[in-house]
C-alpha cells in the first residue's frame, strides 16, 4: 500500500511555515524582539526552516552572520532556500545538538525557540556548548514548554494521540505501554518541569530574566490540526501503529483535536517560559 500525502508530510516534516503559525510563531516573534539593539553575529539552534533567521536579518542590518544549526536535511534545504537572498549573511550547519560539535563562532546572542523537549536527556551539552559560544556580553534566548503531567506521565501532545489511539480501538488504560513498547518517549517524560530545568541549567549559565505566557493552540477543522501534527511532530508519534495504519493515525488524531477544540474552546493549552540567560560568572 503507498503512503498517504500526510505520511509523506510526516516523513519530510513539510508544511511547517504553514502550521507553526498555530503555536511556534509566537516564540519567534517573542525572542525578535528580545535581541540585543545591534547584534551582529547570532547563533539560532534547531533552526528549521530558518524562519527567525529571516526576520532577524531584515530587522538588523548590523547583522554580519546568521547561523542556523539544526538536524533535518529537509529542514535546512528549506532553509537554504529561504535564506539565499541574504547570502553570505547567512551559515547552516547540520547538526545534533544533543552532542553539538565545537564550531568558530562567538554570537552576541544564541537562540532556541521550541526545541528543548527533543534534546531530552542530553539537555546539558548544548547548555555547555552556547556557554563556549557567547561572545563577552552575548545573552542565550531559550523558550521551554511545560505542559502538566497527568497521573500516567503524559503531557500536551501525548495526550491527543492518546485520544486518538482510542478512536483506532486502543483501551485507554493500556496506552502508556503502547508509547513503552514501541520505544516512544511520552512529551511528558521529555519535558522538565521549570525547577528541574533552572537547576540543569545553572551549572552553565544564569538566569537573568525570564517571561511567561500561555500557548493556546485552536483550529479550524479536524484536517488543519492533522497537517500541523504532521509538520511539527513528523512521524515520531505514527510509529504507535503499524504501517498499514499511519494514515488512520493522522486522521484520528485531527479528529481527536477537533473534538477537544469542539468541548473546550481550544486543542491544548500550556505556559510557556522564556529564559534570557548569561555565562555564569560573566
Ligand atoms: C518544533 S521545531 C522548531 C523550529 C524553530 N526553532 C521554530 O521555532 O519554529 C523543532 C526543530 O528542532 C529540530 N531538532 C530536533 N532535535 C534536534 C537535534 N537533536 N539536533 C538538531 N536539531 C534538532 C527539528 O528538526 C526541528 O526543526
Not at 516534516?13 to 503555536?23: F, K
Not at 529537509?74 to 553539538?100: I, K, M, N, S, Y
Not at 503502547?178 to 520505544?183: I, L, N, P
Request: cysteine-free; charged content about 25%; proline content about 6%.
Amino acid at each position: 500500500m503507498s503512503a498517504s500525502a500526510v505520511e509523506i508530510q510526516a516523513r519530510t516534516l513539510a508544511g511547517y511555515a504553514d502550521a507553526s503559525r498555530l503555536r511556534q510563531v509566537h516564540d519567534r516573534d517573542w525572542v525578535l524582539d528580545r535581541l540585543p539593539p545591534r547584534p551582529e553575529l547570532l547563533v539560532d539552534l534547531g533552526s528549521g526552516i530558518g524562519q527567525l533567521l529571516e526576520a532577524a536579518l531584515l530587522r538588523h542590518p548590523s547583522l554580519r552572520l546568521a547561523v542556523g544549526l539544526e538536524r533535518s536535511e529537509h529542514r535546512l534545504a528549506e532553509a537554504a532556500e529561504r535564506l539565499r537572498p541574504h547570502g553570505d549573511r547567512v551559515a547552516l550547519h547540520q547538526a545534533d545538538l544533543t552532542d553539538p560539535a565545537p564550531l568558530p563562532y562567538r554570537a552576541d546572542a544564541v537562540t532556541m525557540t521550541s526545541v528543548l523537549h527533543w534534546l531530552y536527556p542530553d539537555e546539558a551539552r548544548v547548555f555547555g556548548w552556547v556557554r563556549d559560544h557567547l561572545a563577552p556580553g552575548g545573552g542565550f534566548l531559550l523558550t521551554t514548554y511545560h505542559p502538566a503531567r497527568d497521573a500516567d506521565g503524559l503531557a500536551g501532545e501525548d495526550e491527543i494521540v492518546r485520544d486518538a489511539l482510542v478512536r483506532l480501538g486502543a483501551d485507554r488504560a493500556a496506552v502508556p505501554g503502547v508509547f513503552a513498547a514501541a520505544g516512544v518517549l511520552p512529551i511528558g517524560a521529555r519535558t522538565r518541569t521549570v525547577d528541574e530545568l533552572a537547576a540543569l541549567l545553572g551549572e552553565f549559565l544564569t538566569t537573568e530574566s525570564f517571561l511567561e505566557r500561555q500557548a493556546e493552540v485552536t483550529v479550524a477543522d479536524a484536517a488543519q490540526y492533522e497537517h500541523f501534527h504532521a509538520a511539527t511532530f513528523g512521524d515520531y508519534y505514527s510509529r504507535l501503529v503499524g504501517p498499514e495504519r499511519r494514515g488512520d493515525f493522522f486522521r484520528a488524531v485531527g479528529e481527536a483535536a477537533w473534538q477537544r477544540q469542539q468541548e473546550r474552546g481550544w486543542v491544548s493549552r500550556m505556559p510557556v517560559r522564556l529564559w534570557k540567560l548569561v555565562p555564569s560568572g560573566a
